[in-house]
């Protein structure tokens, strides 16, 4: 006998910060959520991709590290009691006969909600591997595609592998801390930000970097996890071993919006289509917010998923509460209304 579902006002696909705040819209007009996201932890790109990087851009903080806006966030929504589902992936969206949504998880979690809040990213992300033979038995101890912790890689000698602005960063950071820091990328041009580019050709006349151009990855040394050395390959077969503790490849983001492709939503090249005024899409019910939502003129800033979420949040009130009558109030006003 299969468990009966979780029953909820709005379920939200995605944790990242867009669904968190939607958490805090959605309980400052009393409508409970449950959030799912694949990833172990809350946070989307924040907590997967820059953790310590500092954000410049959100209101009220001058400057924030995406790890503590997560926080924040998770503290903001803390008082409306969120369920989270979190290292499993919503599968399947299904109508049934009240208007009300049943989701399921690839874990088997069944929610049942009045409405559905997308705010799902770019869908599930992962790192682009390079092609290297027994690459996964390195990942995670010695091949890293984020960094999560500067401070693991002190003293230790590292490859820095790709020409893009994480690439750059990386290695501006990891200059200071590492022992040392190679640089590999298949042309003499790096494609980032002019500013790093000039900070990292700098660093490698001072002797902090080296550059190791045009050369591509082509092969590992090691036990199997723990690394010793990278292969890199000219394209006319010059080779070199670079002696390193630590690789990070650094060649962007497969995006995939999965099984949300599937669920009858209007689509405009692997983004929804919503309705600005409302974030609703074309099924009534399933709104969807942040960064994979768009409309003319969207910009895919954090500031932006969460007006986005708040006008979600109250285009869903009606459904949710049908027999009362939805007041604008501000949050100086009525405070935190059921608040758990
Ligand atoms: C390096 C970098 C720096 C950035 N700097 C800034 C900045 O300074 N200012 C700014 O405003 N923005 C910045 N951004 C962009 C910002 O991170 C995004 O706009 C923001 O993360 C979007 O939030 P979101 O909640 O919409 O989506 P995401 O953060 O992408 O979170 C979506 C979540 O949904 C989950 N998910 C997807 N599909 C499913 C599914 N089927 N089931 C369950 N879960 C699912 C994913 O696992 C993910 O956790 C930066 C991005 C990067 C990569």
Redesign the pocket.
């Known amino acids: 006998m299969t468990d009966a579902p979780h029953v909820t006002d709005v379920a939200i ?9 939607g958490v805090f819209e959605c309980g400052m007009l009393r409508m409970k959520c449950h959030v ?4 172990d932890v ?9 953790p310590e ?6 209101p009220g903080y001058p400057v924030i590290e ?1 790890a503590g806006l997560i926080e924040q966030l998770e503290a903001q929504a803390k008082p409306f009691d969120p369920v989270y589902h979190l290292g ?4 399947t969206l299904t109508r049934q006969d009240d208007d009300r949504w049943l989701l399921e ?2 874990t088997g979690t069944r929610i049942d909600a009045r409405c559905v809040m ?8 992962g790192p682009n591997r390079p092609p290297l033979p027994g690459i996964e038995g390195y990942e995670g101890t010695s091949i890293h595609y984020m960094v999560a912790k500067r401070e693991a890689f002190r003293g230790k000698r590292v490859v820095i592998a790709g020409g893009g ?2 690439a750059l ?1 990386w290695s501006i950071i990891l200059a200071d801390i590492a022992d040392s820091v190679m640089v590999v990328h298949r042309r003499p041009k790096f494609r980032g930000a002019p500013d790093s580019v000039a900070k990292l050709h700098a660093l490698a006349d001072a002797g902090k970097v080296e550059l190791v151009v045009p050369y591509q990855l082509a092969g590992l040394d090691g036990d199997g996890t723990q690394l010793s050395a990278v292969i890199v390959r000219t394209l006319d077969g010059d080779e070199r071993r670079l002696e390193a503790d630590a690789l990070l490849p650094f060649f962007g ?1 497969s995006m995939n ?4 492709a599937e669920w009858g939503l209007n689509l405009d090249r692997n983004h929804i289509t919503i309705d600005q005024s409302t974030s609703a899409t074309n099924v009534p019910g399933i709104y969807a ?5 768009t409309y003319p003129g969207k910009l ?6 969460f007006a986005e979420a708040a006008a979600a949040a109250h285009s869903m009130f009606p459904l949710v509460h049908p027999d009362e009558v939805l007041h604008f109030e501000y949050s100086t006003t009525k405070g935190l209304p059921g608040a758990a």
Not at 36 to 39: A, E, G, R, S
Request: proline share 5%; hydrophobic share 50%.
């Open positions: 696909v995605g944790a990242g910060p867009v669904g968190l705040f799912i996201d694949v990833l809350a946070g989307g790109q924040c907590a997967a991709l820059y990087k500092p954000i410049y851009d959100i995406a499993q992936r919503v599968e998880t690839s997308i705010a799902a990213g770019v869908g599930a992300f602005d994480s960063d983001l919006l999965g099984p949300i917010i942040g960064d994979i939502a895919k800033l954090i500031l932006t998923g």
